[in-house]
Nanobody
């Protein structure tokens, strides 16, 4: 059983900062890419940022220069540092991990999602 547990969301004023964390636990064999997605009310879920096991990163244009994704492979944890937050960043943020878990017959690779954490930016 694999779980992704997020923390760090909350309410912040425009221009402020928040740091999200997501820790993966369970029978993990290896973790490939990890990322953060967000979904605002009435909108589709969108990719915010992703990072490969080797450290290569990818960002949505709307967050480039303001958000930084990083990961600690020893802790199976991914972080999202969010600076210069804007009201339009308000959304539920979800952690995602493409990982292989240990199963009886070997390993099994699939996408896992966290439960989501609310980020609200007031103007």
């Amino acid at each position: 059983q694999v779980q992704l547990v997020e923390s760090g969301g909350g309410l912040v004023q425009a221009g402020g900062s928040l740091r999200l964390s997501c820790a993966a636990s369970g029978s993990i064999f290896s973790i490939n890419a990890m990322g953060w997605y967000r979904q605002a009310p009435g909108k589709q879920r969108e990719l915010v940022a992703s990072i490969t096991s080797g450290g290569s990163t990818n960002y949505a244009d709307s967050v480039k220069g303001r958000f930084t994704i990083s990961r600690d492979n020893a802790k199976n944890t991914v972080y999202l540092q969010m600076n210069s937050l804007k009201p339009e960043d308000t959304a539920v943020y979800y952690c995602n991990a493409d990982l292989s878990s240990r199963v009886v017959f070997g390993t099994y690779r699939k996408d896992y999602w966290g439960q989501g954490t609310q980020v609200t930016v007031s103007s």
